[in-house]
C-alpha cells in the first residue's frame, strides 16, 4: 500500500510541473522597420551616443510606447536582422514610469510589468551600411 500513494504522489506531483511549465509561456512579438538614416548623437533614450541609423518598434496606434502582456516579469529585445559585419547595434530600452534604461549590443533583457510601457529601439552603430536607404531592421521583443 505505502508503494501505491508513493507513485500516486510522483505523478500528481509531474502533472503540477507540467501544468505550471504550460503556463508559462513567452510571447515574442517581430516588427520590420525601415531606419532613420543619418548620423547623430545623444538623444532622450540612454546609451544611443553616436549612430548612422535608428528604428523604434511601435503599438498598434502608432506609438513608441509598449504595454507588455499581463504577469510579465521581463523582457528581451533583440535586433534579429541579420547584416553581416562590420554591421552592429545596440538594443535600447527605456522604461515610461520613470525613464529608467538598459541597453547592450544587439540584444538586452530588463525587468518589465505590465504596469507601465517601454520604448524599445535599435541604435545601429557600424559606420558603412548596412542598413542602406530602404532596407528595414527586424526587431523581436519576447515577453517572458
Known amino acids: ?14 502533472m503540477a510541473i507540467l501544468i505550471g511549465l504550460m503556463c508559462w509561456v513567452a510571447r515574442a512579438d517581430m516588427e ?26 511601435t503599438n ?10 499581463t504577469n ?17 547595434s545596440v538594443a535600447v530600452v527605456t522604461r515610461q514610469s520613470d525613464f529608467a534604461g538598459w541597453c547592450q549590443t544587439n540584444s538586452v533583457t530588463f525587468p518589465a510589468t505590465n504596469g507601465t510601457s517601454y520604448e524599445l529601439g535599435v541604435f545601429v552603430k ?7 536607404n530602404g532596407q528595414p531592421l527586424k526587431l523581436q521583443i519576447v515577453w517572458q
Do not use: E, H
Open 1 to 14: 500500500m505505502g508503494k501505491k500513494i508513493k507513485s500516486q504522489i510522483v505523478a500528481m506531483t509531474g
Open 32 to 57: 520590420i522597420i525601415i531606419p532613420k538614416l543619418g548620423s547623430g548623437g545623444s538623444t532622450n533614450t540612454p546609451c544611443s551616443g553616436t549612430f548612422t541609423a535608428y528604428a523604434r518598434m
Open 60 to 69: 498598434s496606434a502608432g506609438s513608441v510606447w509598449i504595454r507588455p502582456p
Open 72 to 88: 510579465t516579469t521581463t523582457g528581451t529585445l533583440t535586433d534579429v536582422s541579420g547584416f553581416p559585419p562590420p554591421y552592429w
Open 126 to 132: 557600424s559606420a558603412t551600411p548596412p542598413p542602406t
